[in-house]
């Protein structure tokens, strides 16, 4: 049943990602039952832990990663239908998932006006290979949908993966983190001085990927980052 489904969804893309019904993207009834966080209110949630530790030095922390806020829109909840849309979105060439779910995600965020004073959208890059292999950056996808509803301009050339690292989810704990050590570079750094930068990712889990990523663009004078995971793990 669920090749046949997949099968269905690789020749009839008229089908909801999550429940297979008839529908022209995410159908209105798991648009409802999607998994939220609701953590575009809340600081100090569990996406922010995360990223800078749930310690006493939380804020210090927070502070020496020029990170202002993190936040996910969903959670990923194994066996739940949001793990069978992430699947087809990544790995079976169905990038507009990403993008529908970032629009919906903006729409959220701006009531708890998580998105107020941003520059300018990063997704976090793929390596030139895997970018190659795929056809397409499904961070990229999701940047899309939240400039759909915000207008904000999205950039893909400062921020470059330079390691083409193995996948993380198939890292231990340990192995994760220095799988992406040093992966990312950031060009010409001076044209973003002083921006307030929206990073956008499809999943966090460990948090790894974006710590290094931010690390990497600690480059950009006087910037701050605010971080958006499509999921978090």
């Given at each position: ?121 990063i997704p976090v890059p793929l390596h030139p290979k895997r970018m190659r292999e795929r056809g397409y950056n499904q961070s990229e996808y999701i940047a899309r949908g939240i400039r759909e509803v915000t207008g904000i301009p999205i950039d893909t050339t400062h921020v470059t993966r330079t390691r083409n690292t193995p996948k993380q989810a198939l890292q231990t704990g340990e192995e994760r983190k ?56």
């Amino acid at each position: 049943m669920a090749l046949l489904s997949n099968l269905l969804d690789l020749l009839c893309p008229h089908t909801c990602p999550m429940c297979g019904g008839y529908s022209n993207g995410i159908c209105k009834e798991c648009i409802q039952s999607l998994p939220r966080t609701e953590q575009a209110a809340l600081r100090q949630n569990s996406t922010e832990y995360v990223l800078a530790g749930e310690g006493h030095d939380f804020v210090r922390q927070m502070k020496v990663m020029h990170l202002d806020k993190a936040a996910a829109f969903l959670h990923y909840e194994k066996d739940h239908p949001i793990q069978r849309a992430i699947h087809l979105m990544k790995y079976a060439d169905q990038p507009m998932i990403g993008q529908q779910l970032g629009h919906l995600a903006a729409v959220d965020m701006q009531y708890a006006d998580f998105l107020e004073g941003i520059d300018v959208i990063i997704p976090v890059p793929l390596h030139p290979k895997r970018m190659r292999e795929r056809g397409y950056n499904q961070s990229e996808y999701i940047a899309r949908g939240i400039r759909e509803v915000t207008g904000i301009p999205i950039d893909t050339t400062h921020v470059t993966r330079t390691r083409n690292t193995p996948k993380q989810a198939l890292q231990t704990g340990e192995e994760r983190k220095h799988n992406v050590v040093d992966a990312f570079e950031v060009n010409h750094p001076e044209q973003l001085y002083n921006k307030h930068i929206l990073v956008v990712d499809d999943l966090i889990t460990t948090g790894e990927t974006m710590r290094s990523c931010l690390k990497a663009m600690k480059r950009i004078r006087g910037a701050k980052f605010t971080v958006f995971a499509l999921c978090k793990a």
